[in-house]
């Protein structure tokens, strides 16, 4: 008998698993015996933050993997690409007269074609543009290369002989119809070829300047097509694609530092707005909250459901207003004390992928009459700082940076109307209250 | 000493299987959300078939409410119920439906010697298992309208658990009592959620919580009359001490205490021929000593009362079989709404089926299903379920 109510039970259990359980839901007439408020408090500047600072040159040009090209843009400013072409192919695949593939050590490099890819909606010229490659003379650095030096790294600062990746010599011109969307191309010869080939060179690499005046292009690829003539088979030529080895560019002038009633973020290098919260402890509630609850209401994390950074746009100093989105983001400073070296918390939003998610701002808000107010989401960290510690267990910091999301990712930046103007920063709490869940 | 240990061994295996459940397992009414809850009767399948409000029954039974249901029972016993509801509620315009099963009753019953037979059992009381929606709108002070859904979720409820012991005091006579403990709790959880579409942005959940644990004794005796094999009258009477609510750490408010009633049963059954019986039952309690806890008053006393026939000369298999008709009725002892009244009632029928029998015809397994079809009403809420409850009772391991 005990072996039949033990093969029993689990059964019984199975039968049980397989049905559905649902709460009876009302719907009607409140039930709940709670009484819940949902209100907002905008926090003027004075009563949120107890510092603020902006700080410049997160990042440089190369880490954007693109190019930049200019000339006279508003009238001022100049920007170049400098490019250093991947090491040349030493053997190819080559079918010889029997039809048989064989490798081929033995090229003879005829001529080449360097394709370069532009960003069409970035463009800031409808009609066709000129412009030159050249080959660069000197030794360079990618990762540090500026206007003014060739090599600015620790220890070593080496100025260009002309500013700006001079001098160099003339390969070759081409104009580029943006209306087309194809490639700009430049044709290289076989000495040229020779030159840009030799890797022990330091001074290997070229020159891609906008000729014609009052515009700005960005690069976003650089491909070089070989025309080769093999050992085998010698009245075939054969097209051997050599990709990038670096890829910056180098601008002047450089922006201006912002004045003290400036906030701004983005650009390359990158500029963060650095600030240091200083939350109350208590926020004004509306006469509804107020009727319910003694005012002020203590601010705490549980009550808070959103907090955001409303900020003002103001147009961008013209050579460096954007010319696409941005997407700007804030996250923690974990060190402040180390600014402007201080490791940066995570970011505050993930999409489903895992990828961080920004605030999208038109480029127009940064032109002139285009200012508005946007709204920059840093729940996360209000509502650790109102907790006393992070999702993770850590001492929350009250330093955050407001900065371009993926940053440094393109030269233009924007700008925020900074503290003691009109349009100042606040901060949009959005706040709920209720009465504790109790017994009947 | 090998029975007992077969005995507790099934014992805790039965307990086992519920602990997860932790009756009451699933709420049956949206009117669960009045008061303490909905009253739960912790009744086998041929006492739902029958109508009963619990005890009375010819024969035996092992079943939480009936302390001397089980004082025929000359080896060791285990019954155990499992419900099982589909519930239309509707609410003015607005309709819904809802399906969710529990374990109403367990039971265990072992003889001692000649003296009587011991019973420990688990029950449903109160059931406190329901959750309330609302879809509203929040103003901003930017203009913006955010659409919410505030979701009021309640979890648990009150169960009892009682030790009892049934002794025939003479072949026309029996009596019996149990003591338990209330045992049980309930978790309470407010969210507002935000429609964060609408609000283009981040707007966290707003989420306010509690729980808390119930205690409190309570002890029923009762008394069965036989006039032969052909009358049975029977009355309990269960008296609760206060059901003392205790909150949790974190939980904000004190304890309460709640005054359950005085419950007080009595039913007579009748066989009208050799296969053919009746039962009449009726309960009744007050339960106006919860209304200085409660912020809306209960309805003070409320009645239970219900009926049926059983015919048990049928036969499915070669096996007996017995086909059961009953109808019962309650008043639902708290209101949803001021100078409202519920009732719950129900038409019900069921099947009996002897699995096993010893040489002497006594029953060693048997199975009981009952399917009710009910209303309920209070206020604006109405509510019509269909409720199957399926008992098994092993005996003899």
């Known amino acids: 008998m005990i072996r039949k109510t033990r093969r029993l039970l689990p059964l019984l259990a199975a039968v049980l698993g397989a049905c559905e359980d649902q709460l009876p839901t009302a719907v009607g007439p409140a039930l709940a015996p709670v009484r819940p408020l949902t209100f907002e408090v905008i926090l003027p500047w004075s009563e949120f933050v107890s510092d603020a600072r902006v700080l410049g040159g997160f990042g440089r040009p190369v880490q954007t993997g693109s190019g930049l090209v200019a000339h006279e843009f508003v009238g001022e400013v100049e920007a170049h690409t400098l490019v250093r072409m991947a090491e040349f192919p030493r053997a190819a695949n080559v079918v010889d007269s029997l039809g048989t593939t064989r490798k081929d050590t033995l090229l003879t490099f005829l001529d080449a074609t360097l394709f370069v890819t532009f960003d069409t909606t970035s463009n800031s010229s409808t009609g066709s543009v000129t412009l030159q490659l050249e080959r660069i003379l000197e030794p360079w650095d990618a990762r540090t290369a500026g206007w003014e030096l060739a090599v600015d790294s620790v220890g070593e600062r080496t100025p260009w002989g002309e500013p700006g990746g001079g001098p160099v010599e003339p390969i070759a011109g081409t104009t580029w119809f943006p209306q087309t969307g194809l490639d700009g191309q430049f044709f290289l010869n076989a000495a040229t070829l020779a030159l840009l080939g030799d890797t022990t060179r330091n001074d290997r690499g070229l020159r891609i300047r906008l000729a014609t005046p009052g515009h700005r292009l960005d690069i976003t690829g650089v491909r070089l097509d070989l025309r080769t003539s093999p050992s085998i088979n010698q009245d075939n030529t054969v097209l051997l694609s050599v990709g990038l080895s670096e890829l910056t560019y180098v601008y002047t002038p450089t922006p201006p530092a912002p004045e003290p009633d400036e906030l701004r973020a983005g650009g390359v290098p990158a500029w963060r707005s650095v600030l240091t919260l200083g939350l109350p402890a208590s926020v004004p509630g509306n006469p509804a909250v107020c009727a319910r609850l003694s005012c002020p209401v203590p601010l705490t994390a549980g009550r808070l459901n959103h907090a955001g950074l409303l900020l003002t746009t103001e147009p961008t100093e013209p050579a460096f207003v954007p010319t696409d989105p941005i997407q700007f983001e804030v996250r923690g400073v974990l060190a402040p004390e180390f600014l402007p070296k201080s490791p940066l918390g995570a970011p505050l939003f993930l999409d489903t992928l895992g990828l961080a998610v920004g605030t999208t701002v038109p480029e127009s808000a940064f032109h002139p009459g285009g200012a508005r107010v946007v709204e920059i989401p840093i729940t996360p960290i209000v509502r650790s700082l109102l907790s006393g510690s992070t999702l993770s267990g850590f001492r929350p910091t009250p330093t955050i940076a407001l900065m371009e999301l993926f940053e440094p990712i393109s030269f233009t930046f924007g700008s925020f109307v900074g503290p003691g103007r009109s349009g100042e920063p606040r901060l949009r709490l959005v706040l709920t209250v209720s009465d504790p869940v109790a017994l009947p | ?397």
């Open chain 2, 1 to 397: 000493m090998r029975r007992a240990e077969r005995l507790l061994w099934c014992a805790f295996s039965a307990l086992a299987l519920l602990a997860p459940a932790s009756v009451p397992a699933v709420a049956q009414s949206v009117l669960a959300a009045a008061g303490l809850g909905l009253p739960i009767e912790p009744v086998d399948g041929r006492g739902r078939a029958l109508g009963s409000v619990g005890i009375g029954l010819l024969g035996t039974t092992v079943v939480p409410a009936d302390p001397v249901g089980a004082v025929d029972l000359p080896i060791p016993t285990l019954a155990l119920t499992l419900q099982s509801s589909w519930l239309d509620v509707q609410e003015g315009a607005q309709a819904a439906s809802f399906s969710g099963n529990r374990f109403p009753a367990l039971g265990v019953s072992y003889p001692v010697r000649d003296w009587g037979v011991l019973t420990l059992t688990y029950g449903a009381v109160l059931d406190q298992r329901w959750r309330h929606e609302r879809r509203d709108t929040v103003d901003l002070e930017a203009g913006e309208a955010v659409p919410i859904l505030d979701r009021f979720r309640s979890e648990g409820g009150v169960s009892a658990v009682r030790l009892g012991f049934a002794h025939r005091v003479a072949p026309s006579l029996a009596v019996g009592g149990a003591v338990g403990m209330y045992t049980g709790s309930l978790s309470l959880l407010f969210t507002r959620l935000f429609d964060t579409i609408a609000a283009s942005g981040d707007i966290r959940p707003f989420q306010s919580s509690g729980r808390w644990s119930y205690s409190g004794p309570t002890a029923t005796i009762g008394a069965v009359v036989d006039i032969g094999t052909v009358v049975r009258g029977a009355a309990a009477l269960t008296w609760s001490g206060a059901l003392e609510a205790d909150p949790s750490d974190g939980t904000a408010g004190e304890s309460r205490s709640y005054d359950l009633p005085l419950e007080l049963r009595a039913a007579l059954s009748g066989s009208l021929a050799p296969e053919l019986s009746v039962l009449v039952s009726v309960g009744w309690a007050d339960w106006s000593g919860t209304d200085d806890e409660l912020e809306m008053p209960s309805v003070g006393g409320a009645l239970k009362l219900g009926g049926g026939v059983e015919w048990g000369g049928a036969s499915l298999f070669g096996r007996n079989l017995s086909v059961r008709l009953g109808w019962r009725r309650a008043d639902l002892p708290f209101r949803l709404e001021a100078g409202t009244e519920g009732s719950e009632s129900a038409a019900s029928g069921g099947l009996g089926l002897l699995l096993l029998a010893r040489s002497d015809g006594f029953p060693l397994a048997l199975v009981d299903l009952a399917i009710e079809r009910g209303t309920r009403s209070a206020g604006t809420v109405s509510e019509d379920f269909w409720r199957s409850t399926l008992s098994l009772r092993v005996a003899g391991f």
